[in-house]
């Protein structure tokens, strides 16, 4: 049973930064990618950033430039480095993980962007 557990949601203002967590029950390794979707109230669920088990990275366009993903391959676990967030970025965010033809999702962590 894959476990995908977030952490780091919370509370910013405008401008400001907030470092997402996706500790995993297995090695990252075994995952061909590991990922971040989120969802907005009303709206449907969206790709934030993703990484390949050989590293490569991809982002939504809306992201690019202010958002990055690394991974701790010691700690199973998977970053989401957000800054000059928005408040567009206001969403309950979702670690993802694809293992094979399944896909693993993690509970979600509020992301709130507010003055």
């Known amino acids: 049973q894959v476990q995908l557990v977030e952490s780091g949601g919370g509370l910013v203002q405008p401008g400001g930064s907030l470092r997402l967590s996706c500790a995993t029950s297995?090695?990252?390794?075994?995952?061909?990618?590991m990922g971040w979707y989120r969802q907005a109230p009303g709206k449907q669920r969206e790709l934030v950033a993703l990484?390949?088990?050989?590293?490569?990275?991809n982002f939504a366009d809306s992201v690019k430039g202010r958002f990055t993903i690394s991974r701790d391959n010691a700690q199973n676990t998977v970053y989401l480095e957000m800054s000059s967030l928005k408040p567009e970025d206001t969403a309950v965010y979702y670690c993802?993980?694809?293992?094979?033809?399944?896909?693993?999702w993690g509970q979600g962590t509020q992301v709130t962007v507010s003055s």
């Open positions: 993802n993980a694809h293992l094979g033809f399944a896909v693993h």
């Open positions: 297995g090695s990252i390794f075994s995952f061909n990618s």
């Open positions: 990484i390949t088990r050989v590293g490569s990275t």
